[in-house]
């Protein structure tokens, strides 16, 4: 009962850090490069989700559906990109942290527009809506494998492009020192219209695999951008390796802390306190773990700046 | 012999009036006192044109305006930029809120109470982020805020999700009832304008240079030996009394907290008040929060999708006026 009850959380973590990864990859890769504070990072992942369930319901495939709605996430992004947040690269963070606050207010405005304000159902894919026999006695939702599969696969296809390619050689060094990299040649402007091009979609890919999880709703970025936010502090600005590991480390610190702490609280002090106090200090775990971080380590764990 | 040439003795010539400093901040009277006697006359107009309802925006309007300052008053002129404000004025609120719940209702009680917690709880959080710079700050002001948040919503005695709601307005005695909105008006303004010439004081004084020659340049003032961590904690800790009388005020004004006002979005809008109106202009504050919360009267009033407007209103103010709107008067005056 233990040991599937861990492995079936570490699992959940494990999904959860993933799909948090993908966001924060987009996120740390834009403040490491531009030094750019984009609160608006959680709006594409709202419209990500939005047009991946519009599209799928358009086409009655959820594969043909995220395809379709990554694309169509990206061109939103570029067109984000070239239109406003160009001009607020050379801003200082304050004009940052408002322009693209008005950029998440009108988007979310937009999306009421369009989709209404009740939120959207998405239905995963008919063959993996079972759950799938991992152990003996031990089933686990395949779509939620399914999420765990494509996004270590991403990681890698991520890790592969930003340690392989001439492009990732270019963003490596435009998140470690921004003004050598241009001055050893390497078009920034570009690289970055094509960093915030992939951000987007990596975005649109977890808005659109959580859809069926989460309900596709009006404001759902907002609270998911802290959390994004977070983990790259934790990991580090500007670094993919340590926004993979703040993501885990905070995947798994909040799911464990979901099911352990009113666990351990209800055997230590009661079930009355369990009940009141254990999800607020299952809460609040990741801020704890933050602080203290950045209390030893205050660039985070593998900072890309020297 | 006098030499007639010879430059005057250094104390002659440096009379203390002559003595202004860049960190001055002047509070400009043929500026404040015509607003000031305006918002004094406001109740009145307002009554005697049978639109009472905007003594309540009004109230909203000032109390947001102190919370902007507080924010402002760290922001523009410590160089901090705290994305946990909202925490401190929800914490103010909750004061009251739970002070209530008890059957204590005076004024005189609750709202002291409400700015030491706000003091006590930034001196907190203040101790643990000073260490931190830039980015690092912000996020973790904004850690320690989502922490209150959570902790808060979780609690069922503070009513949890839902908030509490106050069966009145706080009893100050006097021979003044809060409950008429216009004297609750008349209490607010006088508290926000006592708390706004203390700030601009403190600002004018040998500790208020001292923090903006912090802003300016850290690591000399630390080299010259000034304990740069103290002054900066202070400063903190007296926004956080400020932010907790405007959430005592906030409280009053619509009889109920909730867990709303502490959310990380709340912050951000009194960040955003204080970019709009104008970092480190002692005004700034409270115009950004007369903008921002006029401007979503307004344009509610019109359209269910005021925020797509207000939007971009403030994408605009973004890119046209930098530095806040007072940055356009500053500009419109050096060029005349």
């Known amino acids: 009962m233990n040991t599937i009850l861990i492995l079936e959380q570490s699992l959940n973590g494990l999904q959860f850090g993933l799909m948090l990864f993908l966001l924060a990859a987009g996120l740390t890769l834009v403040f490491g490069i531009m030094d750019m504070i984009n609160l608006a990072h959680g709006s594409l992942y709202m419209i990500g989700a939005y047009l991946v369930a519009t599209f799928s319901q358009a086409s009655g495939s959820f594969w043909l559906g995220l395809g379709l709605g990554v694309l169509a996430t990206v061109l939103v992004g570029v067109l984000l990109e070239y239109t406003i947040l160009r001009r607020l690269y050379h801003r200082d963070h304050l004009s940052q942290v408002m322009g693209t606050f008005a950029i998440l207010l009108m988007s979310n405005e937009i999306v009421r527009i369009i989709w209404g304000a009740q939120p959207l159902m998405l239905n995963p894919p008919a063959a993996l809506a079972g759950p799938v026999m991992l152990m003996d006695g031990f089933s686990y939702p395949a779509y939620r494998l399914l999420i765990i599969g494509v996004g270590l696969a991403v990681a890698l296809l991520l890790w592969l492009l930003v340690t392989r390619t001439r492009f990732g050689m270019q963003v490596r060094a435009g998140a470690a020192n921004r003004e050598m990299a241009t001055a050893m040649g390497a078009n920034v402007r570009r690289l970055f219209t094509l960093v915030f091009a992939l951000g987007a979609a990596l975005c649109a890919v977890a808005g659109g695999m959580l859809g069926p999880l989460l309900a596709v709703q009006v404001g759902m970025g907002e609270s998911i951008l802290i959390l994004a936010f977070v983990v790259i502090v934790i990991g580090g600005i500007g670094s993919i390796r340590g926004a993979l590991l703040g993501a885990l480390l905070v995947g798994l610190v909040d799911t464990a802390g979901r099911t352990l702490v009113p666990l351990l609280f209800d055997k230590a002090m009661g079930p009355e306190v369990a009940a009141n106090a254990g999800p607020a200090v299952a809460s609040i775990l990741i801020y704890v773990l933050m602080a203290a971080v950045l209390f030893y380590k205050p660039q985070g764990l593998f900072p890309a700046h020297d | ?336």
């Open chain 2, 1 to 336: 012999m006098t030499d007639t040439t010879a430059p005057q003795p250094a104390a002659a010539q440096a009379t203390p009036a002559m003595q202004r400093s860049v960190f001055d901040h002047r509070l400009q009277p043929r500026f404040m006192l015509p607003l000031l006697a305006l918002l004094i006359a406001f109740p009145l107009i307002a009554q005697a044109t049978g639109e009472d309802f905007y003594i309540g925006v009004a109230s909203r309007v000032l109390v947001f305006g102190l919370a902007a300052a507080s924010l402002n008053f760290i922001l523009g002129f410590g160089g901090m930029v705290s994305f946990g404000h909202a925490a401190f004025v929800g914490l103010g609120a909750y004061t009251v809120g739970l002070l209530m719940q008890q059957g204590i209702s005076s004024a005189w009680l609750a709202w002291p109470l409400a700015m030491l917690m706000g003091a006590v709880f930034s001196l907190l959080v203040g101790a643990i982020s000073l260490r931190t710079q830039g980015v690092y700050f912000i996020m973790i002001t904004l850690a320690f805020a989502q922490m209150l948040y959570y902790l808060i919503m979780s609690f069922k005695a503070l009513g949890g999700d839902d908030g509490l709601s106050l069966p009145s307005r706080s009893d100050i005695s006097l021979g003044l009832d809060l409950a008429q909105d216009a004297t609750f008006y008349y209490v607010v303004l006088a508290l926000v304008s006592t708390s706004l010439l203390l700030m601009a004081r403190v600002l004018n004084a040998r500790f208020g240079h001292v923090l903006q020659a912090i802003k300016e340049n850290e690591t000399r003032m630390q080299a010259i030996g000034f304990p740069v961590y103290r002054y900066k904690l202070v400063a903190f800790s007296l926004a956080g009394a400020f932010a907790g009388l405007a959430g005592a005020l906030l409280a009053n004004q619509g009889s109920f907290v909730g867990p709303g006002m502490l959310q990380w979005t709340q912050s951000g809008i009194l960040l955003i008040m204080v970019i709009l109106g104008g970092v480190g202009h002692l005004y700034g504050g409270l115009l950004g929060a007369a903008v921002f919360l006029l401007l979503e009267e307004v344009l509610a009033a019109y359209t269910v999708h005021w925020q797509l407007g207000l939007g971009a209103v403030l994408l605009m103010v973004v890119l046209v006026a930098p530095n806040g709107l007072l940055s356009l008067r500053r500009g419109m005056w050096s060029k005349r």
